[in-house]
């Protein structure tokens, strides 16, 4: 049975930094690009990042790319999002997937698993 389990959300003043992990049993996890997505209330699902599966390559999207990094460690089957300079807008519930697909990373269908999702609430 494959889980995914973030943790590592909380409260953050805006400008203060927060790192959030996603640890995974159940699956190869070194074979699966992890992207992280977000929600926010009243909004879609967001796209955040992700890393491909062998730490080559990463994808942000563009209202991150300067501020987060993702990191994984495969021997721990953890991913990580590393979160600096968090806006009140970065507040919402953020989830950790997995996906065989690199070329769709962004794309929330062609992740196959997703974690239960930790908040994260930046103050102004």
Sequence with gaps: QVQLVESGGGLVQAG???RVSCAASGL???SYIMGWFRQAPGKEREFVGAINKNSVSTEYVGSVADRFTIF???AKNTVFLQMNNLK???TAVYY???SLKWSSSASPTE???WGQGTQVTVSS
């Design 16 to 18: 203060g930094s927060l």
């Design 28 to 30: 190869t996890f070194s």
């Design 72 to 74: 994984r460690d495969d």
């Design 88 to 90: 009140p807008e970065d």
């Design 96 to 98: 950790c997937a997995a």
């Design 111 to 113: 992740y196959i698993y």
